[in-house]
C-alpha cells in the first residue's frame, strides 16, 4: 500500500474525470488535505473495498449494513474513486473498484484531522486541551483510557529506541 505521506496526499485528488496517479506529490498536502472527511456511508464502502481485492458496485450493495439504491453506491463509489481513494478498471460493462488505501491508512487518516481541528480551533493551551481529552476519554470508557496509556507508552518506547545514541564524548 502506499506510505503515510502518499497517504495523506490523496486529500487532495482535483476530482477530475482523469485516472489519479498512484500518488500525489507530497507537496500537494497541506492543511486542505486533512479537511476531506469521508462520511459514514463512504467510510463503509471503502472498509468493504479494502476488504476485497476488489469489487463492482453489485457487490459492495451486497455487503452495505443498509439497502441503498445501485445508483446511490455507484455514485458514491465514483466520488471516491475521484477524490483518489480508490482505483478503477472497466471490466465488460461495470467497474472494477480496489481500494488505494488500508483501513489503517484510513483511520489515521481521520484521526489525525480530529487531532489537528481539536488543538487547532481552540484559543486554550494544549496542557488545558490534552487535560480536558483525558477527562473525556476517562469518562467515555476506562478501558480505552487504559489501552490510550498502553499506546503512549509503546510509542515513546518505539520514539526512543529509534533515536540516535550520543557518544557521550563532549
Do not use: W
Amino acid at each position: 500500500m502506499l506510505s503515510h505521506r502518499a497517504a495523506l496526499s490523496m486529500f487532495t485528488s482535483s476530482g477530475s474525470a482523469s485516472e489519479p496517479t498512484e500518488a500525489l506529490a507530497p507537496d500537494d498536502l497541506e492543511n486542505e488535505a486533512l479537511e476531506r472527511n469521508l462520511g459514514q456511508r463512504e467510510r463503509e464502502i471503502m472498509y468493504i473495498v479494502c476488504g476485497q481485492e476488489s469489487a463492482t458496485v453489485q457487490q459492495v450493495s451486497e455487503h452495505l449494513s443498509t439497502e441503498l439504491a445501485y445508483t446511490t453506491v455507484m455514485t458514491t463509489l465514483d466520488r471516491l474513486f475521484k477524490k483518489g481513494f480508490l482505483r478503477r478498471k472497466k471490466e465488460g460493462r461495470a467497474y472494477l473498484y480496489s481500494a488505494r488505501l488500508t483501513r489503517r491508512e484510513i483511520e489515521g487518516q481521520r484521526a489525525a484531522g480530529l487531532v489537528r481541528r481539536f488543538f487547532s480551533d481552540s484559543e486554550e493551551h494544549a496542557d488545558l486541551l490534552v487535560s480536558c481529552l483525558v477527562d473525556a476519554v476517562h469518562h467515555y470508557d476506562t478501558k480505552l483510557l487504559d489501552q490510550l496509556e498502553s499506546r503512549i507508552r509503546s510509542a515513546r518506547e518505539e520514539h526512543a529506541a529509534s533515536e540516535p545514541k550520543s557518544g557521550g564524548d563532549r
